[in-house]
């Protein structure tokens, strides 16, 4: 064979353990450059991680595959009057950790006292087999809804927190019966988040009626803000906030 036709020889693309070959057969020679081998070891991490990325993006498709429609199991009431039905954790759990286990995932939560210290920031991390995971985390002010002592409160948030975002991390639909309001997706704010939103549109001096014009669609106050709306703008006046004192302290 000449050596224009070895030169058109098909080449394989580097794999992580070929290249580990090629990084073993360099650290062995020690006339290696130290800043050549650093430059082999950062491509070979961003080569793992990437194939790690891959094989999590191949796991999750055939576990999105396999996950089920999830029923609602418990109701939320108020004055007799049905508000929403929804999937309890429990529920949620049973349905989704053997299919986790079984594509290669984990799923785990923590939280933290929310800085402004009127509420928490809920995280969770799904994780895969390869190393490959993603993060996703809400901010939530404390239920006080009912009779809840703080205890009651703080547990109620967590159970929020954690069926709110598994349902964004594995994009589960839930099915179920809803009254109207339900059907809508409304479902009204807590005393406690009512007084958080309250409180940050009177530190930040902002024009509540402009502001939920702007924000909301339909609310007129701040009491008529639906739940599914809170963390927006609870994260829009907490930036118009922070910015402001980042201001303040540049002067």
Do not use: C, W
């Amino acid at each position: 064979m000449s050596d224009s036709e070895t030169e058109n020889l098909p080449v394989a693309a580097p794999t992580t353990a070929n290249f580990l070959a090629v990084i073993s057969k360099a650290a062995s020679d020690p006339n290696t450059d130290v800043a050549k081998m650093h430059g082999l070891l950062d491509v070979q991490e961003r080569m793992m991680n990437k194939q790690a990325e891959i094989d999590f993006n191949a796991d999750f498709s055939r576990l999105q595959s396999d996950l089920p429609r999830i029923t609602k199991d418990s109701k939320i009431t108020h004055s007799g009057k049905l508000i929403s039905t929804y999937a309890t954790y429990d529920k949620i759990d049973t349905v989704i950790r053997p299919l986790l286990i079984k594509h290669g995932f984990g799923l785990r939560f923590n939280s933290e006292p929310e800085p402004s210290g009127k509420g928490v920031l809920i995280t969770a991390t799904l994780s895969h087999r390869s190393g490959h995971s993603i993060v996703d985390r809400i901010p939530l002010g404390y239920d006080t809804s009912g009779a809840k002592n703080n205890v009651q409160g703080v547990g109620s948030t967590i159970a929020y927190g954690k069926r709110y975002l598994v349902g964004m991390l594995l994009n589960l639909v839930f099915e179920g019966e809803d009254d109207d309001g339900a059907k809508s997706g409304y479902q009204p704010l807590t005393d406690q988040q009512s007084t958080i939103i309250k409180d940050l549109i009177r530190e930040t001096g902002t024009d509540t009626q402009r502001f939920l014009a702007t924000m909301v669609s339909g609310a007129k106050s701040v009491d008529e803000i639906g739940m599914i709306d809170f963390n927006r703008i609870y994260n829009a006046l907490l930036s118009k906030r922070n910015k402001a004192k980042s201001e303040e302290s540049n002067v």
